[in-house]
């Protein structure tokens, strides 16, 4: 480690837009993925008796049970191959990404619908069905990466199904389950949207087609027209089915991960072309970390209100690991195809928050719970769940996003 960082992986001074600066910032990421996070997983989490990935975890690495959820196995796919794809493709990866496409090819993973149930035994007991659309699209996610990596056609196949299976759902607003936060009735949620316009857009680019990466658009479209609200400068979680603004506390609700998320996926969706709407995506981004930040313990709050009323959801004012993650590899994103210091000013508050405050220094990876003041949390607040996937992938994106910056030849 350069003496960019200290000791903890905290930034020792400010980012400074050099070539050897990007090369270093990547380096960091190579070495914490390679080191620390993949090799945690391989060793703790991948489950060689049962197949699959075993996601109910502790910190310690303990595992509670075998149980499968289905959407830890489909982002495990995703992390394993993403990062053969797009790091290096290193022979335990590969084979860890072989190891989880053929648990999911089988055990009961998929519904007959084409889409993807949400629980099941070890040994493939359905415990939770169609319960949650976001388990589809971590499903495109992960087969489109696969497939990239392996050429491998029923990868392709698996992937078409369940796209076309989510288009027909999406087409009809309340006819899907969103566990583990239900969606209100008569309302829509801005993370269905954002996690459908990436999955699609990944989908359309890894088997050519067309039809999906019109899809995604629409996805875009529906996000920066319905839920981004200008006068209020937020991005909100819900709004009605007529796309009119909701009262408090559910129209008022807005998550700052969620917002940095959908505005670095909108990006990661159209880079390479001319992003018309780009402003408009990095208000969102910015506005995220405006009014999600706490001013008075730092990090970001998993919830607010935007008028400052009590948030909808409990444990709103906890720090948890994952809005962190997609700051990092956020901002650094928005940072390419902007060049606005506004990013590196929120990359480096992010970075020194998460690096001082979620590794576990004597186990390896990362505690996922922090109270407001950064406390850990021990409790488990949604889902028994610890999987590979948003720490990995921030990790993945990062070093590949420094190594463009450090290989261009003009700024942004």
Not at 109 to 127: I, P
Not at 150 to 179: C, D, I, K
Request: net charge negative; proline share 5%.
């Amino acid at each position: 480690m350069t003496d960019m960082f200290d000791s903890r992986g905290c930034l020792t001074t400010p980012l400074t837009d050099t070539n050897d600066m990007w090369r270093d910032l990547g380096a960091f990421y190579r070495q914490l993925l390679t080191e620390d996070l993949l090799p945690w997983w391989l060793e703790h989490g991948l489950d060689r008796e049962s197949g699959g990935i075993c996601s109910c975890i502790q910190d310690d690495g303990t595992i509670v049970n075998r149980d499968k959820f289905v959407w830890s196995q489909l982002r495990a796919l995703w992390t394993f191959a993403g990062a053969c794809n797009r790091v290096e493709d290193q022979p335990d990866w590969h084979e860890a990404a072989d190891h989880m496409f053929r648990f999911i090819s089988g055990n009961n993973q998929q519904h007959a619908s084409g889409r993807w149930n949400f629980l099941t035994s070890c040994d493939g007991e359905v415990k939770k069905g169609l319960e949650s659309i976001q388990c589809d699209a971590f499903a495109i996610c992960g087969l489109a990466e696969y497939y990239r990596l392996t050429g491998e056609e029923s990868a392709r196949t698996m992937g078409l199904r369940t796209a076309n299976a989510v288009l027909e759902a999406l087409a009809v607003p309340g006819s899907y389950g969103t566990t583990p936060y239900p969606i209100p009735e008569g309302t829509k949620a801005q993370r269905v949207a954002m996690q459908h316009s990436l999955a699609l857009a990944e989908a359309g680019k890894a088997f050519d087609d067309e039809a999906l990466l019109a899809e995604s658009r629409k996805l875009t479209d529906d996000i920066l027209g319905n839920f981004r609200v200008p006068e209020r400068q937020a991005i909100l979680e819900y709004v009605a089915l007529d796309n009119s603004l909701l009262p408090a506390p559910i129209g008022t609700y807005m998550g700052p991960g969620h917002g940095i998320e959908t505005a670095w996926f909108q990006i990661e969706n159209l880079r390479g072309t001319d992003i018309e709407n780009l402003p408009e995506i990095l208000d969102i981004m910015r506005w995220s970390f405006e009014k999600g930040w706490d001013t008075e313990y730092d990090g970001l709050f998993l919830g607010i209100d935007i008028d400052g009323g009590e948030p909808l959801f409990e444990h709103s004012e906890k720090k948890i690991w994952w809005p962190h993650c997609e700051a990092l590899c956020g901002t650094l994103l928005a940072y390419e195809v902007s060049g606005e210091q506004w990013c590196l000013d929120w990359y480096t508050k992010s970075h020194n928050y998460a690096f001082d405050k979620f590794p576990d220094r004597e186990h390896g990876e990362w505690t996922q719970r922090l109270d407001r003041k950064g406390n850990r949390h021990a409790d488990y607040i949604i889902l028994p769940v610890k999987d590979p996937f948003h720490l990995p992938r921030a990790a993945i994106y990062a070093v590949e996003i420094c190594q463009r910056l450090a290989n261009r030849t003009t700024s942004p």
